[in-house]
């Protein structure tokens, strides 16, 4: 039985194959059109998920979509009629994609796959409680999904059990936590649906002066974690902005301006709106906890990305274990979509052992084979030496103790937004100058943003507060006491902060002492997990720095030629190319395309 789940037309669109109930391949459109975000039908997606699976689009037996447009299509409609005159206008905007491509998915799908079956449209959030429940290591737990807007619904919450899913309440639009903290993304200038984790980031250099004019005017709260939004200060339902002037002349300062320098003032909205949100999935939580009394949770949405909310439902909530989909927004979608109708609309049982979940570390995506990367080296007459297994695990583990920063390319891209070990770039977290050099000199973005650590799995408990394994890089917890510097900040605010070195690994210690943690073990990715461990041994630190291998404003690199144009146009030392090293110091110069740059600047 083999089930296409695909997921378009908003933002990160995806294609899934899942064959008699296992996750086959999924990948997003973005990495193969270069285009981050990529919201288009996912031809290439689906192509390769095809190509993985072995099949073409007449052996399959189902396709499912991850939302339903009708239905999304009546709420646009129906929220332009309630916000006439000034909502007419953005429905007038938004009309001719619908009515050329939204409304008619259906021969879409039978066009470019050429599949002449049965497709199916599952709920939006049912999607992506599916995408939340079914992979993971739980027979039953509770789920929670927490998103901008799916068709009416912006959060829901229910129980999985057996192969059974069953949703209990919604929270519906325009009330909705995603579009909140997306209001004040906006509010501090960066991009909707790209920049929220960067508010994520900025919001420990802050103070959270602003979270009672929050509670206050702009939502209010109840103890359940349902809120209603005061719409008089928001422009997303009648216009196509954020906020509106209300909102300025309640905080007492405009918005912010892209590129433009980040003042106090709004890191302490990012510090505001962050412990709101906090605030708001620990509420939830409890409510969930006491409505199901279950044990455990499973979440999903763009807003289970925050990985500082999931780490406080982890210590300070009611549940013993939780489970977060690493590909939590819509291109998870597509995953939810195909394992509900493989598991609810088919009745197909369910087996979790506890402990697994059946995600595959999340590595589902392409792959490519050192003959392919040599004869591409080969091609463009590039110098490479080819290293051996243990060659791979020594020489890479002694450059990062060099100081060197490494791209490293292995196996198959991962699913979702986090780099996990295959396409990363890593470096030395002991080093106190290593978060600015990469993040000014190779990843071309903001100078406050934090860098996530991997560490050895079994060796998480003794430098981070965290007792569990968290593989996706979707908590932080903080660097235990004894691995701290004692420093103080004294009076220090703001970016100030960034200049005392916090831990014996600073590079991965943000300014609040936390980290967003990835645990790898070695039958996840053993080729990570030697050098990783090869470090350690040569320097007693079971900790190095990954972020994913991509500059500001592109996906992550998919294909060698992605990685070698990545690696010569910024400062990386190395580029472990599957079997084949590659040195800076060797290589012909590239001349700096401008263009290229540019483009990266206006993220």
Known sequence: ??????????HDSAACIVSDGEIVAAAQEERFTRKKHDAGFPVNAINYCLKEAGIGAKDLDFIAFYDKPFIKFERILETSISYAPAGISQFIQA???????????????????????????????????????????FQEAAFLTVDGVGEWE????????DNGLDIRQYLRFPNSLGLLYSAFTYYTGFRVNSGEYKLMGLAPYGRPIYKDIILNELIDLKDDGSFKMNMKYFGFCDSLRMTNSRFNRLFGFPLRKPETKITQNYMDMAASIQEVTEEIMLKMALHIHKVTGQDKLCLAGGVALNCVGNGRILREGPFKDIWIQPAGGDAGGALGAALLIWHKYLGNKRNADGVNDSQRASLL???????????????ESIPYRRLSYSDIVNEVSDLIMGGKVIGWFQGRIEFGPRALGSRSIIGDARNPDMQSKMNLKIKYRESFRPFAPTVLKEKAPEWFELDRESPYMLLVAPVKDDKRSGVSDGDSIG??????????????????????????????????????????????????????????????????????????????????????????????PVEKDVNWQKEFELD
């Not at 409304?103 to 470019?112: A, Q, S, V």
């Not at 472990?576 to 800076?584: T, Y």
Request: proline share 6%; aromatic share 12%; glycine share 6%.
């Open 1 to 10: 039985m083999k089930i296409l789940g695909i997921s378009s037309f908003y």
């Open 95 to 137: 009309i001719p994609v619908w009515l050329k491509q939204k409304l008619w998915i259906t021969e879409i799908i039978r066009k470019d796959p050429g599949f002449n079956g049965k497709i199916l449209f599952t709920e939006h959030h049912e999607a992506h409680a599916a995408s939340a429940f079914y992979p993971s290591p």
């Open 154 to 161: 912006t959060a829901s919450f229910g129980v999985g059990k």
């Open 365 to 379: 995506g392409p792959s490519y084979s050192d003959d392919y990367i040599e004869a591409f080296l080969k091609k």
């Open 495 to 588: 970016f100030e902060k960034l200049k005392r070195a916090r831990s014996l690994i600073p590079a991965v210690t943000h300014v609040d002492y936390s980290a967003r943690i990835q645990t790898v073990k070695k039958s996840d990715n053993p080729l990570y997990y030697d050098m990783i461990r090869s470090f350690s041994d040569k320097t007693g630190c079971p900790v190095i720095i990954n972020t994913s291998f991509n500059v500001r404003g592109e996906p992550l690199v998919l294909r060698p030629e992605d990685a070698y144009r990545c690696f010569m146009r910024t400062e990386m030392d190395y580029l472990m190319l599957g079997s084949f090293l590659l040195d800076k110091k060797d290589q012909s």
